[in-house]
T-cell receptor, first 112, second 110 residues
Framework: DTGVSQDPRHKITKRGQNVTFRCDPI?????LYWYRQTLGQGPEFLTY????????KSRLLSDRFSAERPKGSFSTLEIQRTEQGDSAMYLC??????????FGQGTRLTVV | QKEVEQNSGPLSVPEGAIASLNCTYS??????FFWYRQYSGKSPELIMS????GDKEDGRFTAQLNKASQYVSLLIRDSQPSDSATYLC??????????FGTGTRLTIIP
């Protein structure tokens, strides 16, 4: 399967702990997006990369959040000192420029 | 603030009828338009893309784009219970991020 892959699928963590999620995009795609989605809402933009450059970050992305895409391949999203409000589905998508974006299966984070 | 707006629903349609989903947007420079289907607890799945004015058909789905009126719609013909899901409209406002609406929840009634 050459689709977008996210790991882990589920993560339960205690408040205050750090978590890191990984996203492997479709290999020829140069854009990679991170979104967050809570129940009943559409996906909220967090950040996106074109190749290895992080082109935009949402104001939602506090100092506790950081994302990287070394060498323009896979990406990681780290949340430091997690809070209960961070509980959500974290979605990764990739695309070729502004063409169709395809999502991974998501990482469901629960902060207890 | 560039925005994408959808009626949150729920929209109930009898099985076999046509479901019509609408989306309006705020920026005339938008270039790329997408419809995603999302089942409860799952990630969004791309079902249609449209880049120019007019209609685009794919099986039971038709996307319609009117840039002058700034709306894009999705028609689902011969609706099936398996079409029950939330439908998300998404736009690329030029060389920027993909922006989503809040989604319309569609229920097909057998």
């Amino acid at each position: 399967d050459t689709g977008v892959s996210q790991d882990p699928r589920h993560k339960i963590t205690k408040r205050g702990q750090n978590v890191t999620f990984r996203c492997d995009p479709i290999s020829e795609h140069n854009r990679l997006y991170w979104y967050r989605q809570t129940l009943g809402q559409g996906p909220e933009f967090l950040t996106y990369f074109q190749n290895e450059a992080q082109l935009e970050k949402s104001r939602l992305l506090s100092d506790r959040f950081s994302a990287e895409r070394p060498k323009g391949s896979f990406s990681t999203l780290e949340i430091q000192r997690t809070e209960q409000g961070d509980s959500a589905m974290y979605l990764c998508a990739s695309s070729l420029a502004d063409r169709e974006a395809f999502f991974g299966q998501g990482t469901r984070l629960t902060v207890v | 603030q560039k925005e994408v707006e959808q009626n949150s629903g729920p929209l109930s349609v009898p099985e076999g009828a046509i479901a019509s989903l609408n989306c309006t947007y705020s920026d005339r420079g938008s270039q790329s338009f997408f419809w995603y289907r999302q089942y409860s607890g799952k990630s969004p799945e791309l079902i249609m893309s449209i880049y120019s004015n007019g209609d685009k058909e794919d099986g039971r789905f038709t996307a319609q784009l009117n840039k002058a009126s700034q709306y894009v719609s999705l028609l689902i013909r011969d609706s099936q219970p398996s079409d029950s899901a939330t439908y998300l409209c998404a736009l690329n406002f030029g060389n920027e991020k993909l922006t989503f609406g809040t989604g319309t929840r569609l229920t097909i009634i057998p």
